[in-house]
């Protein structure tokens, strides 16, 4: 009787494993719409982890003993308790409803509500020594056909959310999900000038800084003195600010910028922003490398966003970053059009004093070329949009996971 008891403990045992290690298919849509909601973070307030959902709205997140958190800029947040992530996959979010004030102006002095973040910085945003494990996503597209899928486990680690120089943070890697980099593509009868470091990146120091908001800041107002912003919407909690500056001339082209920033009427924090830089005339002209046949490549414009959370502390929490670029390769009178596009999303976020040297990026040069060309599969990370799989099985002969 005692060996039948102690199978069934170790039984229920083993359950109690399994269902704690089990991930679970989530489906987000838009309530009204009933599209889907592409970077929904889905996360545990209690533990700082989490995922977020791809361009199909669809996210894999690990089955844990606490609620749920569904939480997007543009829409209401919503809590899943434990019982209703195992009775259904799919959720809905409301879009968020903002009435302007009746006080509201129609200007804003943005430079101040910027300096007054930049003054309050440390009250502001997380200011302590932490451990971000985040899913590091590059693609890059040509003609509307992806040509790059980098797919990686990065942790950075910092001594708090702000940078004053680059011996402040250190940038591991981790799992590598999927490191495809194919040729362009353009250079059609010069095959060999198609080489994927002919395609462009984005560079890692550049990078890096931008996602620091203390960095993105300071350069900011450097470039743009002199903004035109508007308060676009208001609510009790959130202030929705856009922004636009007048063309502005180099010696060879013009550009200016504009976005929207969200901030929290509570704090005055950011909790959003979004800038666009365009360009007219950006054109660099140059030669292919064997065959000397000239090729124009035209900077068309570049965006970054940033996204933030409340963390456990009550301070801001960066939660996901996006910088990308669209631009066109003119050769041989044929204009073809590209787009580049790196993405942060911050997984799980733990305090950490100290952190190993192993497996530091090197910052000098672009993430692609510090990834091994093996794959290295994982379980838990950002889930492949449908056109995503598609490239990878047809590239790797991976099916669809």
């Known amino acids: 009787m005692k060996k039948i008891k102690n199978c069934f403990r170790i039984i229920i045992l083993l359950n109690s494993i399994i269902s704690y290690s089990q991930n679970r298919a989530i489906l987000i849509l838009d309530s009204v719409t009933k599209l889907p909601i592409e970077t929904v973070n889905i ?4 533990i700082q982890e989490g995922t977020f959902t791809n361009s199909d709205g669809e996210a894999s997140i690990n089955i844990r003993d606490y609620d749920l958190k569904i939480s997007h800029i543009a829409y209401q947040e919503k809590n899943i308790n434990s019982k209703e992530l195992q009775n259904s996959n799919t959720f809905y979010l409301t879009p968020k409803s903002i ?11 943005l430079n101040k509500a910027l300096l007054y973040v930049l003054k309050n910085y440390e009250k502001l945003y997380e200011n302590q020594a932490f451990e971000k494990e985040c899913n ?6 040509i003609d509307n056909k992806l040509k790059r899928l980098i797919l990686t486990k990065v942790n950075w680690w910092s001594k708090s959310y702000q940078i004053k120089h680059l011996s402040d943070l250190k940038m591991r890697l981790g799992a590598i999900d999927y490191n495809i980099n194919n040729p362009m593509d353009v250079f059609m009868d010069i095959p060999k000038d198609n080489i994927p470091s002919n395609s462009g990146f984005i560079n890692t120091t550049n990078l890096i800084s ?15 003195p002199d ?4 308060i676009e919407k208001s609510s009790d909690n959130e202030l929705i600010v856009s922004f636009t500056s007048d063309w502005k001339s180099t010696s060879n082209y013009l550009y200016r910028s504009k976005g929207k920033i969200i901030f929290d009427k509570k704090t005055k924090a950011i909790i959003s922003i979004t800038n666009e830089v365009e360009n007219q005339n950006r054109i660099t002209k140059s030669f292919t490398v064997r065959g000397n046949k000239r090729f124009s490549y035209e900077n068309i414009n570049s965006v970054s966003i940033l996204n933030f959370i409340k ?3 009550n301070h801001w929490s960066l939660n996901s970053f996006e910088v990308s670029a669209d631009f066109n390769i003119t050769y041989n009178d044929v204009k073809h059009n590209g787009n580049i596009k790196n993405n942060l999303f911050v997984l799980k976020d733990t305090p950490m004093e100290k952190v190993k040297n192993l497996g530091l990026i090197n910052l000098s040069k672009p993430i692609y070329q510090n990834l091994p060309k093996d794959n290295i599969t994982t379980a838990s ?3 492949l949009s449908n056109e995503e799989r598609s490239f990878i099985d047809v590239n790797s002969g991976i099916k669809n996971r």
Do not use: G, H, M, R
């Open 43 to 46: 996360y545990y307030p209690e």
């Open 210 to 224: 931008s996602i620091y908001l203390n960095s993105f800041l300071v350069n900011f107002i450097k470039y743009n």
């Open 99 to 109: 009435d302007l004030d009746e006080v509201v102006v129609s200007s804003f002095n």
């Open 136 to 141: 590091f996503k590059e693609t890059l597209s």
């Open 381 to 383: 990370s950002i889930l």
């Open 311 to 313: 963390n456990k502390s």
């Open 227 to 230: 903004l035109e912003a508007v």
